[in-house]
Structures are given as C-alpha cells and as structure tokens.
C-alpha cells in the first residue's frame, strides 16, 4: 500500500494570511508624525514660506503657509490611497485584469486570493517607504523655513540614495515573491502541464512603474 507521501505532489494553496500587516501600522504612525510636524512647526513659520529648492540648496518657490501644509496633507493623502486603498480594491476586480509577473499561475484558482494578499501587503510596505521619504523632506523643508537658511542637500541626497536604496530591495522583494513556487514547479512537471507558467515570468508588472513615477515625482518636490 502506498503511502500518502509517495504519492504525486501536486501544488497546494496557499493559505491567505488575516489581520494587518506591520506596514499598514507603520503608515499610521509616520501620518501620525506628519500631523505632530504640522502642529508643531505650523506657529514657527512665516506667512510666505519657501516650498522649492534649487540644486544650490536655495529657495526659488514660495507659496502661502496654510496652502504649504494643504498640498502636503493632499499628497500624503494620495500616497494613502495609492498604497494602501487601491491595492485592496484589487479583491473586487476581476484578477485577468492584473498585468503582474508569471500571471498564468497566480490566475489559478486555489492561488488567486494568495496573489491578492501579497500585492496588498507588498504596495503597503512600498507606501511606508514613500511615506516615511516625504516625512524626512518635509521635515528638511520646514527646519530650512525656521532657520531662514538654504536647504541642506548633503543630507537630502544621503536620504534620497537610502530610499532608492529601498525601493530597489522592494522590487527584488516582489518578483522573488510572485515568483512560481518549487513545489509547485515540481508539481507541474511531474503532471506534464508544459511550460505554460512553469518558471517562467509572464507579464510585467504595472505596480513597478506606478511606484516608480510616485517616487520621481516625489523626489523633485522640493529639490
């Protein structure tokens, strides 16, 4: 009689993971400094405050102090929605509309969910790194505001290279997680399924362009 374990393997599941993940914590805490930052430094500033920077280092845009924090709080808000509540719209798409990496395997039915909870987990730790990239600028900004002096770009592009440094390790990160499995590979080939989405990446992915043109964007705000 044969057992159980000498049988064929065959790809299991994936069982979707519940509660939030420590990112979306994080996200709460970084808003939470913004809005301490905006508290704080809101009474210190000028009426006129300088919002753009110069590779110099000097101020060559200014605007309205409350219209400053409303265009910060604007952006924030938007990275919000971006990371966290578009990824988790995801769950009442259609999943053939997503354009992701090795998409024929995650379509399939027992993967599908799984593949939802790892975008959703995955834009979210992507958000805490812009997010916590635009707290680090805003407080550059606004301590070059109160010191009326220039702002500092060596420590702007010692932030800035760390974040690239982020983003880069995120990408890797997720193509290592949407990758196929090595069970499920296994699986595949002893059940001779042929190459379809056996270890291979099919598709591109539509997050990495997105996060990258929120980044670029985000890096030229104030420099």
Known sequence: MQSPSQ??????????????????????????????????YYPLLPQTVASHFGPSGRPNGFQSRTAFFVLMWVIQLLMVLAF????????????RLLNIPNREFWLLADQVERMKQIVYREMSLCGVGVIAF??????????????RARLNNAVFLGGLAAF?????????????KLA?????????GREGRGPGWEGRATGGCVILPLCYNVCFKIGRVHV
């Not at 993940?21 to 970084?30: F, N, Q, T, V």
């Not at 966290?84 to 999943?95: E, Q």
């Not at 407080?139 to 505001?145: R, Y």
């Open 164 to 176: 690239l440094a982020f983003i880069l390790i995120w990408m890797i990160r997720l193509y290592r």
């Open 134 to 147: 635009m707290v680090f600028v805003m407080q550059m900004v606004l301590e070059a505001n109160v010191a």
């Open 7 to 40: 049988g064929t393997l065959t790809p299991q599941p994936v069982q979707a993971e519940s509660g939030l993940p420590l990112s979306i914590w994080l996200i709460a805490a970084l808003l939470g400094v913004f809005a301490w930052q905006t508290i704080h």
């Open 180 to 188: 196929v499995p090595a069970d499920a590979q296994r699986g595949a």
């Open 84 to 95: 966290i509540a578009l990824p988790r719209y995801i769950g009442r798409v259609n999943p």
